[in-house]
């Protein structure tokens, strides 16, 4: 079996935990760690598991390449250097994992899309969800038919942040240093949530359905140039999928998303629990799917069996850019409302009876804003064409 040699790049952040990871089972994989990009190497928890196991580090993804290879290419750094640090690494010859979201904008993720394809090195995107085993058995069981034709899809999620969130330097930015960032809630934190629903919804094991038009509101209460919440009601076929999550609230509610079928409705939480994922059949009959926490990291044995030849990427730029297409023409096209009542609970800035109103919509199958005047009406955004936006090209 090929020892697979693996470039870290981005090892501060959520990069630490995906080091932290492949230090602990590199050698189960036959994975070895041949390099380390990061800028801020020394302020990395990342840091002494490296320098323990002689790991060299570099400033930039060019001095690695200068002198160095790699198989696989792990890229955790912000969303703003992906295309560039993707690109590079396919054409020195690496197979990518590249974080979600692909990169800011769909003009960025075609790009790197036919970089994979010039150069013949797979390229994955990272959204975890798509390599847990339960979700990929549910999604066998949509594709047969088991569960009868879908008919909506509901997602919730309430994850209070505060200062410390906010002042990372790209959070909730349009641009930095003249690149699109686009980083939102439903960009970054919550982009799983809205890319598992699109996923289970495509018509085959690699395909998310791209959805014909959603109606949004979008707000802000932090000071960030995007958005904190999201209330997002998409159009996918004869599937409305609704999707509200925030970080303008009280209290923390993790992933909650009820699927509605025919013959069942399907109930997910990111639990290890059996019944993570379960099926409630009309007859009464329950089917577990199984646990989805434990399987987070499955992705990165998956893409170094994939290096060795030993599978093909299941979640591509394509599958991802079904989430990308939307957040970005809703981040482009939707105003951002930012003259909602607030106040500071802590660090963090709550609408009140935010949390209250999210648990009442989830509970109907509504949208909050249909249950609250505060919001206004949702701004239509027509999905099917294809915008070339200003800068993109
Ligand atoms: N899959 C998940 O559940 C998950 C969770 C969190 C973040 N992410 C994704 O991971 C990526 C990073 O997010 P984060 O929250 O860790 O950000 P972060 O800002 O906390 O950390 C990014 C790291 O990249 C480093 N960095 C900055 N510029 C770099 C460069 N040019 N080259 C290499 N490294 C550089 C920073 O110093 C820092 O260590 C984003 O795409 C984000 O969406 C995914």
Known sequence: MKQISLLLVGVGGYGSVIAKEVFTHMDEWNATVVGIVEPFYDATPTKPLADARGVPHFDTIEEFYAENTADLAIICSPI???E?????????GSDCLCEKPTAATTAQSDRMAAAAARTGRRLHIGFQLCYVPAVLSLKQDILDGVLGKPLSMNA???WPRGRAYYARPWCGKIKKDGHYVLDS???NACAHYLNVMLFLLGKTAGEAAHAASV???VSRINDIETFDTAMLKLNVGDVTCRYFVTHACGSNANPVMRFEFENATVEMTETDDEDAIHAIFKDGTVKNYGPIQRDFYRKLPYCVGATRGEGEPLCTTETAKAHLSCVEAVTRKVPVLTDLEWVEKGDVRVI?????LFERAFAQGMMPYELDGRFGKPVHVDLTERTVWEGDE
């Open 185 to 187: 809630i439903a960009m």
């Open 156 to 158: 919730m999620v309430r």
């Open 80 to 82: 703003h250097f992906h």
């Open 215 to 217: 109606d949004a509101i």
């Open 84 to 92: 560039k640090q993707v690109i590079y690494a396919l054409e020195h």
């Open 352 to 356: 009140e009876g935010l949390d209250e």
